[in-house]
């Protein structure tokens, strides 16, 4: 089983930025795709960025194309998410998530088994 802690939330100013970092342990990682996703109040949790643990493949959600940018440290088994330009909308509790190169939907997160405990993310306008 992989354990995942994320960090790096907090409060900051709409128009600024945050990283959020998620440690990865427990596993082997290669075949495994890493999903970042967010939930705020009453709202349903949705994708906003994975990448392939492997390399190549990223994809983001339109809302955040352009200014969220994931990555990995391979050496570090710790992945990223680089959050500029945040606006108010972008408020939620944002967790990051692992499940395996097996060709299911990256934006679902029923096809992820493990999850972090969550970081809470909050842009004041």
């Known amino acids: 089983q992989v354990q995942l802690a994320e960090s790096g939330g907090g409060l900051v100013q709409a128009g600024g930025s945050l990283r959020l970092s998620c440690a990865v342990s427990?596993?082997?990682?290669?075949?495994?795709?890493m999903g970042w996703f967010r939930q705020a109040p009453g709202k349903e949790r949705e994708f906003v960025g994975g990448?392939?643990?492997?390399?190549?493949?990223?994809y983001y959600a339109d809302s955040v194309k352009g200014r969220f940018t994931a990555s990995r440290d391979n050496a570090k088994n710790t992945v990223y998410l680089q959050m500029n330009s945040l606006k108010p909308e972008d408020t939620a509790v944002y967790y990051c998530?692992?499940?395996?190169?097996?060709?299911?939907?990256?934006?679902?997160?029923?096809?992820?088994?493990?999850w972090g405990q969550g970081t809470q993310v909050t842009v004041s306008s």
């Open positions: 427990g596993h082997t990682f290669s075949s495994y795709v």
């Open positions: 990448i392939r643990w492997s390399g190549g493949r990223i």
């Open positions: 998530a692992a499940k395996g190169d097996d060709g299911r939907n990256w934006l679902d997160p029923r096809w992820y088994g493990d």
